[in-house]
C-alpha cells in the first residue's frame, strides 16, 4: 500500500480482556518496529523484526505482551489480560532498512489508540 | 546503549521567526544516522530530516536545516521561518546500520500567532 496501515485506530476495552491491534507495513519494507506512546510521552520501544531474523523482543514489557509478523508482512500485536496501564496508543512503524544499505527512513502508521477501562 | 535526550520540554516562538530545538545523543558507533521527526495534533509522525554521520555537510530541507556536531555528540534542528503548521511535538531519533531506533523525549513546539 501506499503508507502504513494500523487497525483498530481506535479501541475500547476491559480490564483483564486481550487485544489484538494489526500493522500492515509499506509493500517491500523488510524492517517492522512496534512502539507504545503513552499520553504527552516519547516512544517506548516495544520490539523490532528484520526480514527473516529472529526479532528483537528487548522492549516488550511484560509477557501478556506478543507480537509476530506473518510472511514479512502483515504483524500482529497482541495484549492479554489487559490492564490500565496499558492505555497508550501504539504505533507502527516500516522501514526498507537494512543491514547492508544502512537507516532507511521510518515510515509510522496513524497509530492505535488503547483504552483499557 | 544509545541514549537520545532532548532537554527541552517545551518551546514556544512567534511567528516568522526562527527556533532551535536542541537534541544529544551518546554512541560509541562512528556510521550512523539521525532523524527528526515532527508529531503534529493529529499524531502522525513525519519525518523532517535525516542526517548521516559521515556527511560532514549539515542536511537542509527548505525551512529546516541541522545544526550536526559530531564530535560533541549534538545534532539541533533550525526552524526558520516558523509557521502555525510548525505547531506539533519533535522527537530525535538515533539509528545504526541495520538496528533498531532511539528516540528523544520529545520537544513540544508552539508557534504564537
Known amino acids: 500500500g501506499a503508507g502504513v496501515s494500523q487497525s483498530p485506530s481506535n479501541k475500547v476495552t476491559e480490564k483483564g480482556k486481550d487485544v489484538e491491534l494489526r500493522c500492515d507495513p509499506i509493500?517491500?519494507?523488510?524492517?517492522l518496529y512496534w512502539y507504545r506512546q503513552s499520553l504527552g510521552q516519547g516512544l517506548e520501544f516495544l520490539i523490532y523484526?528484520?526480514?527473516?531474523?529472529?526479532?528483537?523482543k528487548s522492549g516488550l514489557p511484560s509477557d501478556r505482551f506478543s507480537a509476530e509478523r506473518t510472511g514479512g508482512s502483515v504483524s500482529t500485536l497482541t495484549i492479554q489480560r489487559t490492564q490500565q496501564e496499558d492505555s497508550a496508543v501504539y504505533l507502527c512503524?516500516?522501514?526498507?532498512?537494512?543491514?547492508?544499505?544502512?537507516?532507511?527512513?521510518?515510515?509510522f502508521g496513524a497509530g492505535s489508540r488503547l483504552t483499557v477501562l | 546503549a544509545q541514549t537520545v535526550t532532548q532537554s527541552q520540554p517545551e518551546m514556544s516562538v512567534q511567528e516568522a521567526e526562527t527556533v532551535t530545538l536542541s537534541c544529544t545523543y551518546d554512541?560509541?558507533?562512528?556510521?550512523?544516522?539521525l532523524f527528526w521527526y515532527k508529531q503534529p495534533p493529529s499524531r502522525q509522525m513525519i519525518l523532517v530530516i535525516r542526517?548521516?554521520?559521515?556527511?560532514?555537510q549539515n542536511a537542509t530541507e527548505n525551512r529546516f536545516s541541522v545544526n550536526f556536531q559530531k564530535a560533541a555528540k549534538s545534532f539541533s534542528l533550525k526552524i526558520s521561518d516558523s509557521q502555525l503548521g510548525d505547531t506539533a511535538m519533535y522527537f530525535c531519533?538515533?539509528?545504526?546500520?541495520?538496528?533498531?531506533?532511539?528516540f528523544g523525549t520529545g520537544t513540544s513546539l508552539t508557534v504564537i500567532p
Open positions: 512503524a516500516s522501514s526498507s532498512q537494512s543491514r547492508v544499505s544502512g537507516a532507511n527512513v521510518l515510515t
Open positions: 554512541t560509541s558507533e562512528s556510521n550512523y544516522y
Open positions: 542526517q548521516e554521520a559521515y556527511k560532514q
Open positions: 523484526f528484520q526480514g527473516n531474523s529472529a526479532p528483537d
Open positions: 531519533a538515533f539509528a545504526r546500520t541495520g538496528n533498531q531506533f532511539y
Open positions: 509493500s517491500g519494507h523488510t524492517a
